[in-house]
């Protein structure tokens, strides 16, 4: 494989599972309006989307068949790769498994662990919400094993460092059966911390070969892409992780926080690497 050392992979993550139009109008609902933005990322440098299904009045659904009309309208658009969330609240994993067998993504989100998931009102001095977001290791295996029999690559998700030492039991198993991608997400309360000694600590956990990205969760997005891209990893931005441009402007697509994502890559002196050279990085076949 060619040298891409100076290449960025950038995600966009264009829907997300929680937020809705009331606080951002710009979140798609549809499996049309999910293509459309991802179109948008695309045109702006994007070469992977992150999607999480959703019915048409914006209630989360893990059904299949939304999954494979999501596909079906993205790939009627652009040649974006396509990465499907697994993440769910419970451990039942019956749809999610049926998903990745039936509609095969390039890729799937796998969340490494469980954790406290909150977050908190300074102002208030109260939780706005909090729950617990469990992923014990059956529910891990179960869907890594449904993302090997379909040929799907997991995207390790870890909100902390022992969620990204969890994928060593699953490498001693053979069940992580390519060059590895990790996703480290920052700022969620019961997560780590934003800073870039948290993305220092956790890049040296992961194996040399392995690809890594940064997930800024909410005002620290911006900075923490910014870090991402100078200690060499991947980046990830979208209407699920913040609605805001730099200048405090709520985004009115994901193609907005894109082509900022791009500009940042860029003024770096880094690249977005293309479509053909992200299959590439990330060790996925030709489509």
């Not at 179109?39 to 992150?50: E, I, L, N, S």
């Not at 290791?137 to 990204?164: Q, S, W, Y």
Request: hydrophobic share 40%.
């Amino acid at each position: 494989m060619p040298s891409y050392e100076d290449k960025v992979v950038l995600t966009c993550a264009l829907t997300g599972v929680l937020a809705n139009r009331e606080q951002c109008p710009g979140i798609p609902y549809t499996p049309v309006e999910i293509a459309e933005e991802a179109q948008r990322a695309f045109d702006a440098g994007a070469t992977v989307v992150h999607i999480h299904a959703r019915n048409d009045d914006g209630t989360p659904t893990f059904e299949p068949e939304v999954f494979q009309r999501i596909k079906d309208e993205v790939r009627a658009r652009c040649p974006v790769i396509l990465n499907f969330s697994t993440g769910a609240l419970d451990d039942d994993t019956t749809l999610q498994e049926r998903m990745v067998r039936e509609v095969r993504p390039e890729i799937a989100a796998l969340n490494m662990g469980s954790m406290n998931y909150g977050k908190f009102s300074h102002k208030r001095k109260d939780f706005v919400f909090d729950l617990v977001f469990t992923n014990p290791f059956p529910k891990i295996k179960r869907l890594l094993l449904a993302m090997n029999e379909a040929g799907v690559k997991p995207e390790m998700e870890c909100f902390d460092t022992g969620h990204t030492s969890s994928a060593d039991p699953f490498r001693e198993m053979g069940l992580l059966k390519s060059a590895e991608q990790f996703s480290f997400i920052v700022n969620v309360l019961g997560g780590l911390p934003a800073s870039v000694e948290a993305l220092q600590l956790q890049r040296g956990l992961i194996p040399a070969h392995a690809q890594w990205e940064v997930i800024g969760i909410s005002h620290c997005q911006w900075r923490m892409l910014g870090a991402a891209l100078v200690l060499g990893g991947n980046i990830r931005c979208g209407l699920e992780d913040h609605f805001y441009l730099p200048n405090g402007e709520q985004a009115s697509s994901n193609g907005q926080l894109c082509e900022v994502a791009a500009r940042l890559t860029r003024d770096v002196g880094r690249e977005l690497a293309t479509v053909e050279e992200a299959r590439e990085i990330l060790s996925l076949p030709p489509l």
